[in-house]
């Protein structure tokens, strides 16, 4: 006989040798999850060193056990199996035998399916980083597939659109912005006024501040500003509003019933977006000329008429034609990017987060590139 007790604070562990190379541990007092570790401590440092020809765990004993208790049994069992050692439970109280059961061995016991590995290398990683790159492509290209699709139908046949969402979406995204881009035009309108004209000041030329601050609003900052603006309120909240449906599975009910998510949701904030941002556009333009006026009125004695008659004189058709075009163009990439991004959603809540980051993020790179491509088709152009 080799008796060992190890006694904690609330539990004891006996072992007894018997005849013929058994081993009995006995378990007494509570075995729970509050001393889960102490108890897996113990019995690891008791019976690591011996090979017995077989295991008894005796837990009549045991007052308590609960779910982590359970678990440390299971374990116990396990242990032996890995070693070829016969194990079994005795004096299982009723009590003590309900919670065993509760405790599904398959799924306990089974091993860990292999965990995905990070790329280890710069080529494993430039890999999967053009394959991620890759599918988003695909997916943005079939996206923008049925969009246009839609829109054809649209012009076909114009009461199949939602033209109540339509509404709703213009006075959300315009009605609704059109203080914030107001004061950030007129601030930006003000504060170019003011950069530029410590610098033309030395030469007597502070009436070309008004021709500065009309061309470069109505070419590059209006549109510019306008579509940052945009994409921060609305193609974020389209990408949030569709990315929750797809969670709460409601895009797969509208499947269901028969309806084209595209046509349904997407269609009316494209088009929404599609007449607000050009004319949200002009209020941007309008407001900037406002701001630089007031530096010019005031800090410079300009007046108001020569300050107005300078910028209109600044500025051609051709300017505000392609500013509204590209104004467009911004809005179709806005909002078409915040819906594809919504529909993408999968998960939960942590999804619909990434996904409409991911939507300002997109929406704004897209803009930037679009901005320069403009920038050299309208350089030939004109």
């Not at 040798?17 to 690891?44: F, K, M, P």
């Not at 090979?51 to 396990?78: C, F, M, R, W």
């Not at 392609?322 to 999968?346: E, M, N, P, T």
């Not at 590139?369 to 350089?379: C, E, G, K, P």
């Amino acid at each position: 006989m080799n008796p060992a007790v190890a006694s904690g604070r609330d539990f004891a562990i006996d072992v007894r040798e018997e005849a013929g190379g058994e081993t009995t541990v006995s378990l007494s007092g509570r075995i729970s999850l509050r001393n889960l570790n102490s108890v897996r401590a113990e019995l690891h440092s008791i019976l690591e060193p011996m090979k017995p020809a077989g295991l008894t765990v005796d837990l009549a004993g045991v007052g308590y056990l609960d779910s982590g208790g359970s678990l440390i049994l299971l374990e116990l069992e396990q242990y032996a199996e890995a070693a070829s050692i016969p194990c079994r439970f005795a004096n299982v109280s009723e009590e003590t035998g309900g919670m065993l059961g509760l405790i599904d061995r398959a799924a306990v016991m089974a091993p860990l399916p292999p965990s995905a590995k990070d790329p280890e290398g710069a080529i494993e990683r430039i890999g999967e980083t053009g394959l991620k790159v890759f599918n988003d492509f695909t997916s943005t290209v079939t996206f923008l597939g049925d969009l246009l699709v839609a829109l054809g139908s649209a012009l076909l046949n114009p009461r199949s659109v939602r033209w109540q969402d339509f509404f709703f979406y213009v006075k959300r995204a315009g009605l609704d912005g059109l203080p914030i881009l107001a004061l950030l035009s007129f601030l930006l309108g003000l504060i170019i006024a003011f950069m530029s004209s410590l610098q033309l000041k030395q030469f007597g030329a502070n009436l070309y501040v008004a021709s500065l601050v009309g061309f470069g609003m109505v070419r590059e900052l209006g549109p510019i500003m306008t579509a940052v603006i945009i994409a921060g309120r609305s193609g974020s909240a389209f990408a949030a509003e569709i990315g929750t449906m797809m969670v709460n599975e409601e895009v797969d009910a509208l499947v269901t019933m028969g309806f084209n998510p595209t046509r349904f949701l997407a269609l009316p904030k494209v088009l929404a977006a599609m007449v607000v941002v050009p004319l949200l556009t002009l209020y941007s333009d309008l407001f900037g000329i406002l701001g630089g006026m007031v530096v010019g009125v005031v800090g410079f004695d300009l007046t108001i008429y020569t300050y107005l008659a300078q910028t209109v004189k600044s500025i051609s058709i051709f300017d505000v034609v392609s500013s509204l075009i590209k104004a467009v163009v911004f809005a179709v990439l806005i909002a078409g990017i915040g819906c594809q991004r919504g529909f993408r959603a999968r998960g939960g809540a942590e999804a619909v987060g990434t996904f409409t980051t991911s939507a300002v993020v997109a929406g704004l790179f897209l803009i930037i590139v679009a901005d320069s491509l403009f920038a050299i088709i309208l350089y030939y152009i004109r």
